[in-house]
T-cell receptor, first 112, second 115 residues
Framework: GNSVTQMEGPVTLSEEAFLTINCTYT??????LFWYVQYPGEGLQLLLK?????DKGSNKGFEATYRKETTSFHLEKGSVQVSDSAVYFC???????????FGSGTKLNVKP | KAGVTQTPRYLIKTRGQQVTLSCSPI?????VSWYQQTPGQGLQFLFE???????NKGNFPGRFSGRQFSNSRSEMNVSTLELGDSALYLC??????????????FGSGTRLTVV
């Protein structure tokens, strides 16, 4: 089957610290992988995506590389800001499916 | 361009009542999906509609239903509300069915509280 596992939160960092949020997946076939972000009181916003192995998705300083050999899609950012405080969701879908499998979410708190 | 619009933003209902939530997708998007988000279960897929047809359905009881109109707007209905139905209901749109690898665009959600 298909599933996504994320590291437990919350993650608390100081401003300008390095961020890693781990995500691993189980999937049949060749999934597409995503990171979504949810700010308080809001819906989910697409942060980045990768549709095949070794692809790197990037946006707003965040990066994640699709690693098929380790079935991982870890989210990284070199220097976090207070405004990055949010809940981050890793997700996968299969081509020709319109259903996402989401991880449980990781809450990030960035302190000034 | 306008994003995905969900109405209402907040709703309080009593057990046993029914509720209808509305979602207007991004212009040109023909696929609409619904998700339920709760602290305990996380994000769970409810159903997906494309061209007024339900294409996929999650593991929810028959009290949860939906439909899509010819202008791609969608509604979901929950009948005989239970306390456990309290959740944030998110609607997402995409260009078409089978295009999920392009990514969804989500609305801000409807926060349903059942008392």
């Amino acid at each position: 089957g298909n599933s996504v596992t994320q590291m437990e939160g919350p993650v608390t960092l100081s401003e300008e610290a390095f961020l890693t949020i781990n995500c691993t997946y189980t999937a049949t076939g060749y999934p597409s992988l995503f990171w979504y972000v949810q700010y308080p009181g809001e819906g989910l916003q697409l942060l980045l995506k990768a549709t095949k192995a070794d692809d790197k998705g990037s946006n707003k300083g965040f990066e994640a590389t699709y690693r098929k050999e380790t079935t991982s899609f870890h989210l990284e950012k070199g220097s976090v800001q207070v405004s990055d405080s949010a809940v981050y969701f890793c997700a996968l879908t299969q081509y020709n499916f319109n259903k996402f499998y989401f991880g449980s979410g990781t809450k990030l708190n960035v302190k000034p | 361009k306008a994003g995905v619009t969900q109405t209402p933003r907040y709703l309080i209902k009593t057990r046993g009542q029914q509720v209808t939530l509305s979602c207007s997708p991004i212009s040109g998007h023909r696929s609409v999906s619904w998700y339920q988000q709760t602290p305990g279960q996380g994000l769970q897929f409810l159903f997906e509609y494309f061209s007024e047809t339900q294409r996929n359905k999650g593991n929810f009881p028959g009290r949860f239903s939906g439909r899509q109109f010819s202008n791609s707007r969608s509604e979901m209905n929950v009948s005989t509300l239970e306390l456990g139905d309290s959740a944030l209901y998110l609607c997402a749109s995409s260009l078409g069915t089978g295009r999920a690898n392009y990514g969804y665009t989500f609305g801000s959600g409807t926060r349903l509280t059942v008392v």
